[in-house]
């Protein structure tokens, strides 16, 4: 039996073909959101966030990470864990995190569980080399931010991975406790779905990776269909999550989940309609 390819059966392999490139597309997006409260102006802070890069490769130099972050100078850039990877070189990493105090001195990191895989001794080879760039850890520890070389409103607050979880109990309540609700608390923290424990402190804003987008999405139908330690259809896949709290400076907590910059040639598994990101949260310099 002969099949004939019909006008018809042309467009829809067609269709089929752009629509299967759209899904499995995995070049860098800049993805934006802004404070809940406050409109953007001139006197705004621009908070770069950066999470589960697994040592991946972005052009020579990382110049798809480096050039957005250059263009864009923001006051802060957040590692929020998985930067390195227990698997896959460090070299990628190691160029990126190289240039980034170049960028901005206020850059600030936390670790994430394929950090904390590697044996311990090679762990603490990790931090080491992040102080020598001077990138600041933030495990259970917190920083006033500098603006333009002057104290400012801003606190930074950071806790370690769960994969040591008495350490990450006792970082969170050390640096919620710190967290004086007269100031704008920032809280970075790998993992999204501890998200509840988070909002018992006064965090406007609170940053995690981790979900890596629920890996596979159906866009405007499903947000992401699986992620660690969540499992199936996330609650907290990627994006933004508001909460109301009555500790913090604005009565408010605003939750972003970056869907991170591992692909699959770092995790294996192909990312559908889930694009790696670069993040940028505009907040305003209260």
Request: aromatic share 10%; net charge negative; proline share 6%.
């Amino acid at each position: 039996m002969k099949y004939r390819l019909t006008p018809r059966l042309l467009m829809s392999f067609v269709i089929l073909a752009v629509i299967t490139l759209i899904a499995i597309d995995d070049r860098l997006i800049i993805k934006e959101y802004h404070a809940h409260q406050g409109t953007p102006d001139d006197q705004s802070i621009t908070v770069a966030i950066i999470t589960d890069l697994h040592g991946n490769f972005y052009g020579d130099g990382q110049i798809e990470l480096i050039k957005p972050l250059k263009d864009r100078r923001p006051e802060m850039i957040l590692l929020g864990g998985d930067i390195y990877d227990d698997q896959m070189p460090q070299t990628h990493t190691d160029t990126l995190l190289s240039q980034l105090t170049a960028i901005t001195p206020n850059v600030y990191y936390v670790n994430g569980n394929h950090e904390l895989y590697l044996p311990a001794n090679e762990y603490a080879k990790i931090e080491q080399k992040i102080q020598r760039y001077g990138i600041k850890i933030l495990h259970g520890e917190s920083a006033v931010v500098p603006i333009d070389g002057k104290a400012s409103n801003l606190r930074i607050h950071g806790v370690s991975d769960p994969v040591l979880i008495e350490k990450f109990h006792q970082d969170l309540r050390t640096v919620g406790q710190s967290a004086n609700p007269s100031n704008i608390n920032i809280l970075l923290a790998h993992r999204p779905e501890y998200i509840d424990s988070y909002l018992q402190y006064p965090f406007d804003f609170i940053v995690s990776g981790h979900a890596h987008g629920g890996q596979w999405r159906i866009p405007y139908v499903l947000n992401g269909l699986f992620a660690p330690n969540q499992g199936l259809f996330p609650k907290y896949a990627g994006g933004e999550y508001h909460f109301d709290n009555s500790q913090s400076y604005s009565q408010h907590s605003q939750f972003i989940v970056s869907r991170g910059l591992a692909t699959k040639s770092t995790r294996f598994i192909p990312r559908i309609f889930n694009r790696p990101e670069l993040v940028f949260l505009t907040i305003p310099n209260d």
